[in-house]
């Protein structure tokens, strides 16, 4: 009361951790950082990241979108095993409910500064980067929300306030899925011309270009023509990959398969999120790594993906011909599998791995067994070894996630253009076919697996592209879109989360197949995430909710 006496208005002191909006619509420099904050989005959820707050989709959160699906389990739950069983529901979606308030609310931000851009004093030429990159983030939002829930609102440039009639329909009519990618496409057309094909100087590291809108738009357009969708065409789906390819910009990084996820900015990256040093981030290394090494086990592989790498033969292990031999299944493997994954006998830091039983130090039999991998393996894909791994705090976290790369665009090119055309005609304007846009991928330096051979059936060379993005793109949160689209979710999510228990003995190794987590389960309706319960209670019952939820 003293301290009220002596100062009367201490209590409308304006906070020094919040910028009025009247900063932000007449400074330009408080402006552009506000723009620049809208490539990352509010941490919303416990362990979302860790110090930086969360870009698009899960990138480097603890619990990876991977863990979502046939790729991994998460070791210590992290609200992802109710999705891997199928227990969804509007009042708990895990991990996963978060994906529509984030969305909307970055909308609703880019929307605010597109209003308020005009008004700015600055040239004509960085009003029209500006816009293109709002509308490239505005429409990589949508592209999210379509994605996981089929119809959204489509919300135009509207800004809506605490003021505005939210009782207003407009806010919660869902729109018919073609709706909302034509919208995001247009968008992302309009952004391409606005956007630079090149990022200059380190300020804009990271920045959307012109690649990043056409190749988002490619994968938009691709999902529009899959069997989930179904409300587009397979050819413009190739005629969109085939812009991106001709520009003559990105290609197939040279630098090693496993490096690539390890440095910044190479020819490869056409989207991605940079971290600075001297910050916390999430410390992959500790938090995946081998309970041997301190390491929690994260995000472990499971055998369903571990079968899925092919042998150097270019065969499927089961393949009889393949060269796969039971009894050493680790052996002349896809080079990726040994750059993604870590098994019994891999090398890694100063010894091998050794999850054997009985004695081996990353087993149930080692130190910190509360953390041994529930599947039999660890990740090795993104983990930088010269980080400590062992109280690695504010000392590691700093490699790049990537959103988009080239290899991702060659992909959707093949596939778009094999439905089309099938494997091995080059459409109008393009440069290849579908198998030589596959076989791209696949001669990677440090991978060189065999190409496909001309003549495979398109059904073949469909099964094919499928495993090559299987592999190429594992934990890149592509799986769990890719299953879906498809609409063959209904089997791969319902096959059992399967692990292997090594056993040493006197002469070698056996091998036993085990459940990784028990209760896996997908129904038809898990096509789609449920909206949160919040969500349709906050519209008064207006928003509709997807079917079956």
């Known amino acids: 009361m003293s301290l009220a006496a002596c100062k ?38 416990d362990k979302e990241a860790d110090g930086s707050n969360p870009g698009f989709g899960r990138g480097f959160e603890y619990s990876m979108m991977s863990s979502f699906t046939d790729e991994s389990v998460y070791n210590n739950d992290d609200a992802t095993w109710l999705i891997q069983r199928g227990q969804m529901a509007p009042e708990n979606l895990g991990s996963a409910g978060v994906i529509w308030a984030r969305s909307y609310r970055s909308i609703r931000e880019c929307n605010y500064a597109l209003s308020v851009l005009p008004g700015l004093q600055m040239s004509a030429g960085h009003k029209t980067r500006l816009e293109g990159e709002l509308k490239f983030i505005r429409a990589y939002r949508y592209h999210d929300l379509i994605r996981n829930y089929g119809k959204v609102v489509l919300m135009g440039d509207r800004v809506v306030g605490l003021n505005d009639n939210l009782q207003d329909p407009a806010l919660f009519n869902r729109a018919p899925i073609k709706d909302g990618i034509d919208y995001a496409v247009a968008q992302l057309d309009d952004a391409a011309a606005k956007l630079p094909l090149n990022n200059d100087g380190t300020w804009e590291l990271g920045r959307a270009t012109r690649g990043a809108a056409l190749a988002l738009k490619a994968r938009l357009l691709l999902y529009a023509a899959s069997p989930l969708y179904n409300t587009g065409t397979w050819a413009a789906a190739a005629t969109a990959a085939q812009a991106v390819i001709g520009l003559n910009k990105y290609g197939i990084y040279t630098g090693g398969y496993r490096n690539m996820f390890l440095v910044n900015e190479t020819n490869e990256v056409i989207f991605e999120r940079l971290f600075t040093k001297n910050a916390n981030h999430v410390h992959l290394e500790i938090a995946n790594g081998p309970n041997g090494y301190g390491g929690w086990a994260g995000n472990s592989p499971m055998q369903n993906l571990v079968d899925d790498y092919e042998m150097t033969s270019g065969k499927p292990i089961t393949d009889p011909t393949s060269g796969y031999v039971e009894s050493d299944p680790y052996a002349n493997r896809d080079p990726r599998f040994y750059a993604t994954i870590l098994f019994n006998g891999a090398p890694y830091r100063e010894r091998n791995i050794e999850t054997f039983v009985p004695g081996g130090k990353d087993s149930r039999d080692g130190i910190d067994n509360w953390n041994t991998t529930k599947t039999g393996y660890y990740l090795k894909k993104y983990m930088n070894d010269a980080y400590p791994l062992q109280n690695p705090w504010g000392n590691a976290g700093f490699q790049p996630w990537i959103y988009i790369r080239y290899a991702e665009v060659l992909l959707n090119f093949a596939e778009a253009a094999n439905e089309a055309y099938g494997p091995d005609v080059t459409p109008s304007g393009a440069t290849m076919s579908a198998r030589q846009a596959v076989n791209m991928v696949r001669q990677r330096p440090s991978v060189n697996m065999p190409v496909i051979a001309a003549g495979v059936s398109q059904s073949a060379m469909r099964e094919a592209i499928r495993r090559e993005r299987r592999v190429e793109l594992a934990f890149e949160e592509h799986r769990f879109y890719d299953v879906r689209r498809w609409k063959i979710a209904d089997v791969t999510e319902n096959k059992p989360a399967a692990g292997v228990i090594i056993t040493k003995t006197a002469t070698g190794f056996t091998y036993t197949p085990k459940v990784a987590l028990d209760g896996r389960h997908f129904e038809t309706k898990h096509y789609w995430l449920p909206i949160p319960r919040s969500e349709i209670q906050a519209s008064g019952g207006q928003l509709q909710q997807n079917e079956g939820y």
């Open 8 to 45: 009367k208005d201490f209590l409308t002191v304006t906070p020094t951790s919040i910028v009025a909006t009247s900063a932000i619509s007449s400074d330009t420099s408080v402006f552009e950082a506000f723009v620049t904050a809208r490539y990352i989005g509010t941490r919303l959820q």
